[in-house]
């Protein structure tokens, strides 16, 4: 019996999680519910939020799997990419852990976890499979041949696809972040009623900037036209109007070319590759008209098609020790010298 | 100084701006959304040969590159900062006086975080895929 602690500290979230034989057995994220448990307000974004919250989730991830620490055979953390602070926080908790308990020590990228969310439910891909990794901060194409070894087929040049989602919202005057409005709206609109370029990025990597700028000046031209020219802008009041009377459709037309974007390259990348089991992973993959596109693709080109329940689709530790869980199994440990990385290289 | 950018000559004003800033390590970029702060720092990594990704850094607010000489090359967005306070505890403050070239997004949400001998550079759309950019030097 192989029993892991996991921490997950890179970006805004402190996360632990308790994994047996490949079964997640716990999956606690820092939220509301811990704060209410332990009391005291905890800032939302800073290292120190993660050294308030790391001792509280921690405990309440081996309750919640009824394990105790003696019975741990490894502890694991998020080593890159992610905010140094932040990731030091995890990094230090974990080493200082599996020093006092004498086990090993297992470093994870948190984009090879996101790939790996995959192998949590009990209907899962086998290798080898491709996976569509879409965040606020991510956009990747991965091909997985193992649990140990994959490859970055194409990733954003810019932009990724929740910020996409996010900096549309903020143009149309929605709150930060605006991604799930967008979705909520999308599905009240004609995703057909205005049309928005494509971009001509070579190979299978994404860009959302242009996009982003031809928004921008759709909505300050009131519909007219996409591109800056001093005599199409509108007044501030003509724009405002338009987005009211228009939302649902404008909405729904971004996203229907957000995803057309992201499903596009997937498609090409099951044709270069002949791998026909496609996962999706990442926080995007909440959203709803991604999901049933991505469903309805897979059923037409005949894929076998993957979704990660949403609880390990966003940053969590469930994800960082199933991944753990196949390292510990392929014996790949580090020593406590190991230090934490800002940079994405894989 | 002042440069007017197109997509050909995108890499030679970035290659220009490398030269004449060199002594400046931490450069500001005032700009609105959607006029090309993200792309042309993509252009300034490209002539520097950093090999990694080079993204929006919104969502995880400081990105660290490494350029080919071996030097540090930190892309920071402050896009999501409220206030100072913030910045510090993510790690901001750290990094805009490592020494390490910094190119920073959104700075106007901590003005005050900022070195003296920042340079400030600020983008201006001129038409759909032309771009003024205007460089002060602190004196």
């Given at each position: 019996?192989?029993?892991?602690?996991?921490?997950?500290?890179?970006?805004?979230?402190?996360?632990?999680?308790?994994?047996?034989?490949?079964?997640?057995?716990?999956?606690?994220?820092?939220?509301?519910?811990?704060?209410?448990?332990?009391?005291?307000?905890?800032?939302?974004?800073?290292?120190r939020a993660h050294m308030?919250?790391?001792?509280?989730?921690?405990?309440?991830?081996?309750?919640?799997?009824?394990?105790?620490?003696?019975?741990?055979?490894?502890?694991?953390?998020?080593?890159?990419?992610?905010?140094?602070?932040?990731?030091l926080v995890g990094v230090?908790?974990?080493?200082?852990?599996?020093?006092?308990?004498?086990?090993?020590?297992?470093?994870?990228?948190?984009?090879?976890?996101?790939?790996?969310?995959?192998?949590?439910?009990?209907?899962?891909?086998?290798?080898?499979?491709?996976?569509?990794?879409?965040?606020?901060?991510?956009?990747?194409?991965?091909?997985?041949?193992?649990?140990?070894?994959?490859?970055?087929?194409?990733?954003?040049?810019?932009?990724?696809?929740?910020?996409?989602?996010?900096?549309?919202?903020?143009?149309?005057?929605?709150?930060?972040?605006?991604?799930?409005?967008?979705?909520?709206?999308?599905?009240?609109?004609?995703?057909?009623?205005?049309?928005?370029?494509?971009?001509?990025?070579?190979?299978?990597?994404?860009?959302?900037?242009?996009?982003?700028?031809?928004?921008?000046?759709?909505?300050?031209?009131?519909?007219?036209?996409?591109?800056?020219?001093?005599?199409?802008?509108?007044?501030?009041?003509?724009?405002?109007?338009?987005?009211?009377?228009?939302?649902?459709?404008?909405?729904?037309?971004?996203?229907?070319?957000?995803?057309?974007?992201?499903?596009?390259?997937?498609?090409?990348?099951?044709?270069?590759?002949?791998?026909?089991?496609?996962?999706?992973?990442?926080?995007?993959?909440?959203?709803?008209?991604?999901?049933?596109?991505?469903?309805?693709?897979?059923?037409?080109?005949?894929?076998?098609?993957?979704?990660?329940?949403?609880?390990?689709?966003?940053?969590?530790?469930?994800?960082?020790?199933?991944?753990?869980?196949?390292?510990?199994?392929?014996?790949?440990?580090?020593?406590?010298?190991?230090?934490?990385?800002?940079?994405?290289?894989? | 100084?002042?440069?007017?950018?197109?997509k050909e000559n995108i890499?030679?004003?970035?290659?220009?701006?490398?030269?004449?800033?060199?002594?400046?390590?931490?450069?500001?970029?005032?700009?609105?959304?959607?006029?090309?702060?993200?792309?042309?720092?993509?252009?300034?990594?490209?002539?520097?040969?950093?090999?990694?990704?080079?993204?929006?850094?919104?969502?995880?607010?400081?990105?660290?590159?490494?350029?080919?000489?071996?030097?540090?090359?930190?892309?920071?967005?402050?896009?999501?900062?409220?206030?100072?306070?913030?910045?510090?505890?993510?790690?901001?403050?750290?990094?805009?006086?490592?020494?390490?070239?910094?190119?920073?997004?959104?700075?106007?949400?901590?003005?005050?975080?900022?070195?003296?001998?920042?340079?400030?550079?600020?983008?201006?759309?001129?038409?759909?895929?032309?771009?003024?950019?205007?460089?002060?030097?602190?004196?």
């Amino acid at each position: 019996m192989i029993t892991i602690l996991a921490i997950e500290s890179s970006c805004d979230e402190t996360s632990a999680s308790v994994c047996r034989d490949g079964r997640i057995l716990s999956n606690v994220i820092a939220t509301q519910a811990v704060h209410e448990q332990y009391g005291g307000v905890v800032p939302e974004l800073a290292s120190r939020a993660h050294m308030e919250n790391i001792v509280p989730v921690v405990d309440k991830a081996l309750k919640q799997a009824g394990v105790t620490m003696q019975e741990l055979n490894a502890v694991a953390f998020t080593q890159a990419p992610g905010l140094i602070g932040s990731l030091l926080v995890g990094v230090q908790f974990a080493k200082s852990m599996a020093l006092a308990l004498d086990v090993p020590l297992i470093a994870v990228h948190h984009m090879q976890a996101h790939v790996l969310a995959n192998l949590i439910p009990e209907e899962n891909p086998s290798f080898p499979f491709l996976c569509l990794t879409v965040s606020g901060g991510h956009t990747q194409i991965v091909l997985c041949e193992s649990a140990t070894q994959m490859t970055v087929l194409g990733e954003t040049i810019d932009d990724a696809a929740g910020e996409a989602f996010d900096k549309t919202a903020k143009l149309l005057g929605l709150p930060y972040p605006g991604g799930p409005l967008i979705d909520k709206y999308a599905q009240l609109g004609n995703p057909d009623r205005f049309h928005f370029p494509e971009p001509q990025i070579p190979e299978l990597n994404f860009s959302f900037s242009g996009l982003k700028t031809s928004i921008l000046y759709f909505l300050r031209n009131a519909g007219t036209s996409l591109v800056y020219k001093e005599e199409f802008l509108k007044t501030e009041e003509e724009q405002k109007q338009f987005i009211a009377e228009n939302l649902n459709d404008i909405c729904a037309s971004i996203q229907q070319r957000i995803i057309s974007i992201l499903l596009n390259k997937l498609k090409k990348a099951v044709k270069e590759t002949g791998v026909k089991q496609v996962c999706l992973a990442g926080g995007v993959s909440a959203n709803s008209g991604l999901r049933k596109a991505f469903v309805a693709m897979g059923e037409k080109h005949h894929w076998k098609t993957f979704i990660p329940s949403f609880e390990y689709c966003t940053d969590n530790a469930g994800m960082i020790a199933i991944t753990a869980y196949h390292k510990y199994l392929a014996g790949e440990f580090v020593s406590l010298a190991v230090q934490p990385s800002a940079r994405a290289e894989w | 100084m002042q440069y007017t950018i197109t997509k050909e000559n995108i890499h030679s004003v970035a290659n220009e701006l490398l030269q004449q800033l060199k002594p400046y390590k931490v450069w500001a970029f005032y700009a609105a959304m959607g006029s090309g702060k993200t792309t042309f720092i993509h252009a300034l990594c490209d002539v520097m040969g950093v090999e990694d990704a080079v993204g929006s850094p919104t969502f995880s607010i400081i990105n660290e590159y490494k350029a080919a000489d071996g030097s540090i090359v930190y892309h920071l967005d402050l896009y999501r900062i409220n206030d100072e306070e913030e910045a510090i505890q993510a790690g901001v403050e750290d990094v805009l006086y490592s020494g390490d070239l910094c190119l920073v997004e959104w700075p106007e949400k901590t003005p005050d975080l900022f070195p003296a001998d920042t340079v400030q550079l600020s983008i201006d759309v001129v038409d759909s895929t032309t771009r003024r950019i205007t460089v002060k030097v602190p004196s």
